[in-house]
Every structure is written in C-alpha cells, then in structure tokens.
C-alpha cells in the first residue's frame, strides 16, 4: 500500500516518529541520572524540555498517520484492528505526558509521580512502535507493491 502522506514514495510517519521516541526515552534517561546526582535539578530540567520536545514531534508525527490510518483500505481486517491499537496506545502516551510536563511546569516537588509517568510513557511507545513494525514488516503497510 502506498502511503498518500509520502515524499519520494517514502512515507512520512515513520520518518518522523523517530524523534518523539528519541526524546522521550532521553527524557526518561534524564529523569533516572536526576534521581542518582547533585545536579538533579539540572537534569530535570532537561527532561522537562525533551519530553516537551517529544510532544511536539509526536503530535507532527500523528497527522501522517493519521492520514494512513484513514486512506488504509486493506483486506485483512487485523491489520485495522492493529492500526487502531496502536493509535490509541500513542494518544494514550500524549495524554501521559501532557500530565507529566503539566506537572513539572507547575512545579511539582516531588518527583515520584513525574518518573513513574514517564517510566509508563516509554512502555507505552514501545508496545506501540511494536505494533508499528508489525503492521509495516508482517502486512506491509506502507511497502509499495505489497498490496
């Protein structure tokens, strides 16, 4: 199936999702090196803005996949079922962190809370980037010529 949100005949959505993911899992670096130094405030503060990064990217990421997601006209009905999986697990993921950087911009003192968001958030991506290679490398949805 080619993908109408392409450049190139490259589709755009995995392109892009690469970035949300990266700064997400950075963020949660961050968080685990504040909890263990000094400098911990330092460190927060870097996952606050890579985690605000990871948003932003994630919700450019969604607009290509949600396209796919609404031009998909697949014959085999898992493949839907996945697809919409894994878009529920990733808004369920920008729900999460939109708490997380809402808690942190409010200055939540204790940091238990934020980590533990964060923590789940990554779990959560990596269910759903599962899903996303399953749907392209076992159904091949977005390969061209594998309709």
């Known amino acids: ?5 392409s450049i190139a005949n490259h589709p755009i959505h995995p392109m892009i999702v690469v970035f949300p993911i990266a700064l997400w899992i950075f963020s949660l ?3 685990l090196i504040a909890l263990n ?3 911990s405030a330092v460190w927060f503060t870097v996952a606050f803005y890579t985690m605000a990064g990871g948003l932003i990217g994630a919700l450019v990421a969604a607009v290509p996949g949600l396209i796919d997601l609404l031009y998909y006209q697949g014959g085999l009905p898992p493949v839907k079922k ?3 999986t894994h878009m529920a697990i990733n808004l369920t993921a920008v729900a999460l962190y939109t ?3 809402w808690l942190r911009a409010s200055g939540q003192e204790n940091m238990t809370l934020p980590v533990l ?3 789940v958030g990554v779990c ?3 269910v759903s980037g599962w899903l996303g290679g399953q749907m392209v490398h076992v159904y091949g949805v977005g390969v ?4």
């Open 1 to 5: 199936m080619r993908s109408p949100a």
């Open 29 to 31: 670096v961050c968080d």
């Open 37 to 39: 130094v000094s400098t």
């Open 82 to 84: 996945i697809a919409l």
């Open 99 to 101: 708490v997380n950087i």
């Open 117 to 119: 968001l964060s923590v």
């Open 124 to 126: 959560l991506i990596a």
């Open 144 to 147: 061209e010529g594998r309709e």
